[in-house]
């Protein structure tokens, strides 16, 4: 297998993964370079649902960013010491997302200020009505990521599949899912529907909490 090495830049450090660093990265996946490169596109693969999933108009981006901080964290000398790799791209993928979040959250304020300035002779009521929206729009969102954080990468990894669809059916799809992982396929709609409805609960409740503070 061929790999194509990405030669993404960092928007926040300015990091480029060298063809080293790649290397070096491959080789903390697995000391066979085969193998090496089917965990990578497995890594890579789970990344871009882990994005795609939570929102993220730039999953690949993302995705890149994620494989360069962990490049750049192994040339530094740490390891990956788990039987799952993911696992550890999955805690650097979630910081990359949050600064993700925070870059759109500034954009955002900045194209609702231009808003408001064009908006100034405008309806009050209708400026109250759509602020009240942002706003609501704006909780549903910071429920929704805390209760996914909350989450398990396995459960995570579960419901994006049998979610999102390559091309097949969502019946071919989720049988073949369920064929992975060595259940039922009823087992499996019984494990997807108690994720989402955990999920569901959890952002009601944050919802009805309030923000903190």
Not at 65 to 72: D, I, L, M
Not at 122 to 149: A, I, S, V, W, Y
Not at 177 to 205: D, F, M, T
Request: proline share 3%; glycine share 6%; aromatic share 6%.
């Amino acid at each position: 297998m061929k790999i194509a090495m990405s030669a993404s830049i960092s928007q926040k450090k300015g990091l480029v993964i060298t063809r080293e660093s790649f290397n070096r990265m491959l080789a903390e996946l697995h000391p066979d370079i085969e193998r090496a490169g089917e965990q990578y596109e497995k890594i890579r693969r789970k990344l871009l649902k882990l994005f795609e999933w939570r929102g993220c108009a730039h999953a690949e981006e993302c995705a890149d960013e994620t494989f360069n901080r962990v490049a750049q964290k192994i040339c530094e000398g740490t390891s990956i010491w788990t039987d799952e790799p993911y696992a550890y791209f999955h805690g650097v993928a979630l910081n990359v997302l949050r600064e993700y979040w925070r870059s759109v959250e500034q954009t955002a304020k900045t194209l609702e200020e231009m808003a408001q300035i064009q908006d100034i002779s405008g309806d009050p009521e209708d400026l109250h009505l759509r602020e009240t929206e942002r706003m609501e729009n704006e909780r549903l969102l910071e429920c929704l990521n805390q209760c996914l954080k909350k989450l398990p990468p396995e459960s995570i990894d579960l419901i994006t599949k049998y979610h999102q669809g390559q091309g097949v059916s969502d019946k071919e799809r989720r049988k073949e899912l369920a064929q992975s992982l060595g259940i039922p396929l009823n087992a499996l709609r019984i494990r997807a529907y108690r994720i989402r409805a955990a999920i569901e609960e959890c952002v009601k409740n944050c919802i009805e909490r309030g923000p903190a503070g």
